[in-house]
């Protein structure tokens, strides 16, 4: 096995082992308290950990170790990080429903898709999981968005009220920002970027489809 085959299954071992075990935390939490109150201070560090670390799939695909889309792949990762952000730093936002609906959403997938990469890599064809992988975004991507747009309009008071990550001119730099704003239009990003990654998906899973159907007639 190559050097950097070596480095993919490792990376996405690490991160099927954080985020299986962020569901698990997860899962028992909502289990025994049946509310999302405290669902932050249980997982947040942990999630920020393996959250952050998802930046180096941008660095993957720029460089060419991996076959997916650059553009793609940003979208996604950035906007989970920015939403790890707000959750880290707006506590309005820790203890709504939102934060565990995009939580969760976000374990599930993960959980699946990066299993599904490492196996692939070290050509283990399971195809339960890859039905799985191309599977259930049709239903964990809505859920995930509407946890992470959710979690955005939870900031938007705290942002709005105390001027969060807002540089108001006149400054010595002459230069303004509107993180209140900005939220805003991400919001709208969100109307333009998730069609997108969901065609996009749909493709994928077209292929899946086609390319198993093929492999058994031959």
Known sequence: ?????????????????????????????????????????????????????????????????????AVTTFIQVFSRVACVFLADNIPSTQNHFFLSLMLMSWSITEVIRYSFYALSILKIDLYFLGWLRYTTFIVLYPTGVTGETGTIWNSLEFVKRTG???????????????????????????????????????????????????????
């Not at 393996?50 to 660095?59: D, G, K, N, S």
Request: glycine share 6%; proline share 2%.
């Open 1 to 69: 096995m190559s050097v950097k085959n070596v480095y993919l299954v490792a990376y996405n071992v690490i991160q099927t082992i954080g985020w299986s075990y962020i569901l698990f935390l997860l899962s028992v939490h909502l289990f025994e308290t049946k509310s999302p109150i405290g669902v932050w201070e249980k997982v947040g560090d942990l999630v920020r950990i393996f959250q952050y670390a998802a930046v180096l799939e941008i660095v993957h695909s720029a460089l060419g170790l991996v076959r997916t889309s």
């Open 164 to 218: 969060f990550l807002t540089l108001s001119l006149p400054n010595s730099l002459n230069f303004g920002f509107d993180f209140y704003t900005a939220l805003i239009c991400s919001l709208g990003f969100y109307v333009v970027g998730l069609p997108y990654l969901y065609t996009y998906m749909l493709g994928q899973r077209k292929k899946f489809i086609a390319s198993n159907k093929k492999q058994k007639t031959n």
